[in-house]
């Protein structure tokens, strides 16, 4: 492998890692809303925590002083994916169905982007049309990487397949307000969270098995 590319593969697998930050801020977001509002991640949204203002949201109670260190967390997110995809992509292969794979997990990355740019209650409209592309192409993509993916791991690869359904399955269940006793909140973070923990674990193996052929080059 050359040494370009590898340098190439390594700063997208980091990438992928940089994930972890969305985990972390929506922890310390949700660490500083007022004890007599308290997020709950049954009954609020990934998406509450970015919300603008104070007030009752639909049927949900939302105040999030940090708001914009949250949008700023998936802003961060998208652009890590999107930039992750486009450098991991040469050492998974070329086909077209990889293609697709990574096309779909780079539009998942600009849904992120939407949803941190146009909070939920400043401009509902694109803020959905990013959640929408988030959820459905982002599982989509799983599910095409894990099962045409041959260069990553078979344990990669499974866990791909599984999470991509499982989030497709919630999402689907997420629009049809059926949340099988887990809150909207609880569903939403089936649908969103195996996207990004995927990524993670792919940009830590990828990372490590980089890092190994190039020590015994």
Known sequence: MKIKESRQI??????????????????????????????????????DLANTHCGQYGSRLVCSPLHNYMNASFIVLGLTIILGAVLIR?????????????????????????????????????HEIGAALSFSLGNIGLIFLGYYGAQFSKFVRALGIAFGLIGLIASILFICHSYLGLGIGGIERLASYPQSIWMIVAGIVVSKKTLTTNSKQ
């Open 90 to 126: 040469k050492y998974v292969g070329n086909g077209l169905d990889l293609k697709t794979g990574f096309i779909c997990l780079m539009a998942a990355g600009l849904g992120s982007i939407l949803v941190g740019l146009f909070p939920e209650n400043v401009a509902a409209t694109p």
């Open 10 to 47: 390594l700063i997208g697998g980091f990438l992928w890692i940089l994930n972890i930050q969305y985990y972390l801020v929506q922890f310390i977001v949700a660490s500083d809303w007022p004890k007599n509002s308290g997020y709950s991640l049954s009954k609020n949204t990934i998406s």
